[in-house]
């Protein structure tokens, strides 16, 4: 009996330490995803780069393997999706900087806010919210608080802040009414991406005529289960299906990364970090034959 409850324990130690190391991998290596989106709005082939919660991660000395990666897919524009930082019992922001301010000499980058970012106006850590805000923007870095920038005639970028309670544990309920109208305007003329940093609002997001909004925060689910349903968020959201990958809704398309890094609860399970990839191209256009 003594002899099978020690196999049993042996067993559970080797399992739990196996786990373990492939959380570490998958924390500390990174994948790269692509998405096609096509539209008739868009006239030219754009290739973007969506990061998002790297959470001050590091991947090599001062990020250069993400650098390095980053620079071999040669983004014609990098976004920013939030939590590059983490604000929590402490700062972290060290590794977080040097990749910004190398990403930035060579990519044109827009950065829009996640809950941590938003955190630094509490001004616990001696780093206000204006004074990161004043460091990015001085890297040549667009940072798009409630706010909208053209990247050319038909395409608009928007980075929308979120409210504190729409980051409480288990919300779930959509957004105030009127709360997207209110702090960002949108011309459905033109291709609109939304940089908000939760993926949670996709209805409110959609109805605002959105064509791609982008968000992270769930840091893909924390341990994937099969059909892409994530265990828990960062919010204790249970069995979500709404933590990774691509969701259409109506003519929206979200596209939500898995992040790249974590806080508080440092496990990755089946929910590799990564380098989102987003190729938008035109759709073609009907050729009318004249008879
Ligand atoms: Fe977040």
Redesign the pocket.
Known sequence: MKNIFSKILGLGVVGCSALLLRSFYERKNFKTVQYDVISKKIDTKKKIVFLT?LHNNSFGKNNEKLFYAIDSISPDLILIG??MITVKDKLGIENVLPLLKRLSGRYKCIYAN???EQRLGENKFGLNYLQYKQIIEGMGIVYLSNNSLDIDDNICVHGLDLLKKY?YRRYKGGMDTGYIKEHIAIDRDKFNILLA??PLFIKDYEESGVDLALA????GGTIRLPGGIGLMT?QFHFFSRLVVGMKRLGNMVQIIGAGLGTHSVNIRLNDMSEIVVINLKPRKKNINLVQ
């Not at 992270?216 to 840091?219: D, Q, V, W, Y």
């Open positions: 919660d939030g939590d996640g809950n941590h980051y940093h939760s992270g925060h769930f840091h960062p």
